[in-house]
């Protein structure tokens, strides 16, 4: 979109329970500045104004803004004025063309936007209304996050009160707390009772949850090791924050079940709208069929930046995700370090894709070993084999094919 004398430009300082609004025209002069209150009543004031002051429709109205999401940018798309969002850190870089002082406040801040909008668009990204799907799947997968991090936080806890009076328990637990440690510990809650229990109560709960990799012996012999000697009031205390804790582990094991079927119900509605619109395996499945993409991957990389997988913007998911470097060079100096302005989301499903790539994919293992040999540490290793998978993801999705394992296959074979 190129600038034209019957565009205007607005400028959103956007607050939690106002928004200052400036609007210039293709010239920069100031044709108007008013605060609105956050509502319904109040958005709606906003974008009636910016259509008054300017006696334009809301297309012919660009606006900036520091967020590219919220209330105020889904209004704004939804009434079709062209919406741009910039980071903050660079709004910070322009302010300083107006005030090299330093000052600071609302109005002027709204000034800026809409100014540097009219002179500096290409610094601007354009917000563009989203899949419904997309925007759906996003807040299950942003849920499942948080229930990830309070299930977390859960065991955290349980494993510090074990260790306070029940380490035997703790040495049961291993590395991941399950259902049936849950229910088990239900069953025995102190080392006392765990000597009133017979084998065979153990090994029905084992059974009936299909744990193989112990028996009802071992875990009895562990449980009924030597005991910490302690007052009858702490291991009681233990006994019930533990309860209270379990009760939400239960809660959150719950939730998070529903919310992982959610969203593999909303992938599977998005992969069926796509197989309709042309031959071929569709953009989720040539995805998913790339070596470490599995659900939880996938649907951050839908969520997160679809719009950039449908235009094939590979560069800009690289940065996004955190796999591209940032270069800093000056002279003779040349630092080349980890990019830190991500989306920390993808950033982390990228590092899970890597991850489990090294593990299943010949070609991901061996480009992971070289760059250990040259002494590489594990996340910088990871980075760049995710960053390789990016490529061959481009490519695939481009030619739409599936990922083949064995494409080099013929080409070794015939050497």
């Not at 499942?144 to 955290?156: A, D, H, M, Q, Y």
């Not at 998070?256 to 593999?264: E, N, V, Y």
């Not at 470490?292 to 590979?314: C, P, Q, Y």
């Not at 950033?347 to 299943?360: N, Q, R």
């Amino acid at each position: 979109m190129n600038n034209h004398e019957s565009l205007f430009f607005a400028g959103i300082d956007w607050g939690r329970s106002s928004h200052q609004v400036c609007v210039v025209d293709h010239e920069g002069s100031v044709i108007g500045e008013k605060n609105f209150t956050h509502s319904g009543g109040g958005l709606l004031e906003m974008t009636q104004w910016m259509r008054k002051i300017s006696d334009s429709e809301a297309y012919d109205i660009a606006v900036a803004i520091e967020v590219n999401h919220g209330p105020v940018v889904e209004s704004l798309c939804e009434q079709g004025f062209m919406v741009y969002s910039i980071n903050p850190k660079q709004l910070d870089r322009f302010r300083d063309r107006f005030c090299v002082s330093g000052a600071k406040d609302d109005r002027k801040d709204a000034l800026v936007l809409a100014s540097t909008l009219r002179t500096d668009r290409s610094h601007f990204r354009r917000i563009e209304l989203q899949d419904s799907n997309v925007i759906i799947l996003r807040e299950f997968n942003r849920t499942r996050e948080e229930l990830v991090s309070e299930r977390i936080r859960c065991v955290n806890r349980l494993r510090a009160l074990l260790w306070r009076y029940y380490p035997q328990f703790g040495e049961l637990l291993g590395s991941a707390v399950r259902p049936w440690h849950l229910e088990l510990w239900e069953l025995m809650p102190c080392p006392c009772a765990a000597k009133r229990k017979r084998v065979s109560t153990v090994q029905k709960l084992l059974r009936r949850n299909r744990v193989r990799r112990i028996d009802a012996k071992e875990a009895l012999r562990i449980l009924r090791g030597k005991k910490i000697e302690l007052s009858e009031a702490t291991v009681q205390s233990c006994i019930e924050h533990i309860r209270t804790i379990i009760e939400r582990m239960k809660v959150v094991d719950r939730q998070l079940k529903q919310t992982q079927d959610s969203i593999r119900r909303v992938i599977e509605t998005m992969n069926s709208k796509l197989r309709t619109e042309g031959e071929g395996p569709t953009d989720i499945e040539i995805l998913r069929s790339i070596p470490g993409v599995g659900t939880v991957v996938l649907a951050t990389l839908i969520a997160e930046a679809w719009s950039l997988v449908r235009r094939r913007d590979f560069a800009a998911l690289r940065c996004l995700g955190g796999v591209a470097p940032v270069t800093r060079q000056s002279g003779k100096t040349k630092l080349v370090i980890k990019r830190r302005a991500v989306c920390r989301s993808l950033s982390a499903a990228f590092h899970v894709l890597g991850g489990i790539a090294v593990k299943h994919d010949p070609v991901s293992r061996t480009k992971y070993e070289e760059l250990r040999g040259k002494g590489h540490g594990y996340c910088r290793s990871v980075r760049t084999v995710c960053d390789r998978l990016l490529f061959v993801a481009r490519v695939i999705l481009e030619k739409g094919e599936l990922f083949d394992k064995e494409f080099n296959k013929p080409l070794r074979d015939t050497a």
